[in-house]
């Protein structure tokens, strides 16, 4: 997945290590990145969820290692495609998506039946990040 650089250029999506405050590091951060300019843009589609969980840390925080793929589902799915050899491609994006939205479904069913609201909240926004904006 591409998209075109300030400087001309294409920038790659990949996943990458943000680091907060000197103390945290936020790895599997989905960004653009230009080979030919070295600029870095988050991926927009995970910008406020990123700035939520920073915001969430503080001013100070205790020295520790995120892995963004767990607290976002997007995030996670790219982290699947990478580590399974699937290209960053819409396509392959959109196909793990699919599944991983399907078998969120089923587990919001099980909630549901259970009358587990506080898991079915967490359920729906996990759905809420597979949402097809991230998709493009």
Known sequence: MFKRCICGEAMALGLRKVFYSKTVSITGVPVYA?????????????????????SDLGAKPL???????????????????????VPLSA???????????????????????????AWKRELEGRLSQLNGQYIA
């Not at 230009?34 to 920073?54: F, I, T």
């Not at 589902?73 to 399974?84: I, K, N, Q, T, Y």
């Not at 396509?91 to 009358?115: H, Y």
Request: charged share 30%; net charge negative; hydrophobic share 40%.
């Open 34 to 54: 230009c080979g030919h300019c070295a600029r870095n843009e988050v991926y927009p589609g995970v910008k406020s969820d990123l700035s939520r969980l920073l």
């Open 91 to 117: 396509a392959g994006i959109a196909k793990l998506t699919e599944e991983r939205t399907n078998e969120l479904l089923d587990l919001l069913l099980i909630a549901a039946s259970l009358e587990d609201a």
């Open 63 to 85: 020295p520790r290692e995120i892995r963004f793929d767990e607290v976002h589902e997007w995030a996670g799915m790219l982290h699947r495609a990478a580590s399974a050899s």
